[in-house]
């Protein structure tokens, strides 16, 4: 069983759980569960404000219940799905890591489950993050330090149908396309600044830049751009006229091509006027020349993580962006 003594009293015996400190250079545990109590521990335990500690006297299982060591790691198992992998760390704490590069889609609902409980916690990252190999999707922790298998059962049965609760999609290497459009840009009176960046865009995702094209301020010669990226692209970035503007085409011209528009104008800042559409499985992704000037963060640092893992980010996921939805790179530019 598990008993409370202090920490003098506990000399000879093993600790139930780990013994934490904390100051401003450190955290973490001094004293890891197993671990016998000495004589010369003493000191350190009420240093780190553990006057008293759970100890294990006797048979260390205690019938009917889950140590926290256990539970985290059986919960983190079970709403993490293919990818993924758990990993025991100190403090009673499951880690779910990504096993591969690619997007995270939490289910919103399984996780407002489990951290309603009052006896998990599970704080993820954001669906929509895009994760490299070993990176950190999730953390699991017990608020007890013990859980009755009973309310354990119960907690997994209330989740059972939104597990997993955690998904990675591995990325793929698409070869991605671009149009840049402006009469400008194609005559030569400005420079092509934005096919840089979106192509910088396109590494940093796991892709492939592929063949770039430039179109006139023309509904048609855009959407023929468009066409011809797609013949033998994934998927395409068209870049410039986005807008409203008497001269702004491109909108126009994705849905002359698309076979589904899902939105148009996105409830971020900066970018706000971009467009997602699909011809088929292929995106379309048109994005203003706002990428020049925010060109550390964007829309397509929003939608290419979904691009390149070949998931289609659903319309509610994009209108939701607004919480949230002032980007760091917008919020540094802003006059005070």
């Known amino acids: 069983m598990i008993v409370a003594l202090k920490a003098r009293e506990a000399i000879g015996l093993k600790l139930a759980q780990d013994v934490t400190c904390v100051d401003r250079e450190f955290k973490g545990a001094v004293k890891r569960r197993g671990e016998v109590v000495r004589e010369d521990d003493v000191e350190l335990l009420e240093r780190c404000g553990h006057s008293v500690v759970y100890v294990y006297v006797g048979d260390e299982r205690v019938e009917g219940f889950i140590h926290e060591d256990e539970a985290v790691d059986m919960l983190a198992k079970l709403i993490s799905g293919p990818n993924l992998l758990v990993e025991h760390v100190e403090e009673s704490k499951a880690y779910i890591r990504a096993a591969k590069t690619g997007l995270l889609v939490v289910n919103s609902e399984g996780l407002k489950r489990v951290n309603a409980s009052g006896l998990y916690i599970v704080a993820t990252r954001r669906t929509g993050s895009f994760l490299r190999e070993r990176e ?114 491109t909108p126009h011209a994705i849905r002359r091509v698309a076979d589904e528009v899902v939105m148009y104008g996105l409830p971020i800042k900066p970018t706000t006027m971009t467009m997602l559409a699909y011809r088929g499985e292929k995106a379309i992704i048109g994005i203003s020349a706002g990428v020049i000037y925010y060109h550390d963060e964007n829309a397509l640092d929003i939608l290419l993580p979904w691009v390149a893992a070949g998931v289609k980010p659903p319309r509610d996921y994009l209108i939701s962006l607004g919480e949230g939805g002032l980007l760091s790179s917008f919020l540094k530019k802003v006059k005070r």
């Open 136 to 249: 950190l999707a999730g953390v699991v922790e017990l608020i007890p330090y013990m859980i009755s298998e009973q309310a354990n059962r119960d907690l997994v049965e209330s989740i059972r149908t939104h597990v997993p609760i955690l998904t990675l999609h591995p990325a793929r290497r698409l070869k991605i396309g671009i149009v840049v459009t402006g009469t400008e840009v194609v005559t030569g009176k400005v420079r092509d600044l934005a096919s840089p960046v979106v192509v910088e865009k396109i590494k940093e995702y796991g892709c492939e830049p592929g063949e770039i094209l430039y179109a006139r301020d023309d509904e048609l010669e855009i959407a023929d751009g468009i066409l011809s990226v797609l013949e033998d692209h994934d998927a395409v970035i068209v870049t410039g006229g986005m807008s409203v503007d008497p001269t702004d085409y």
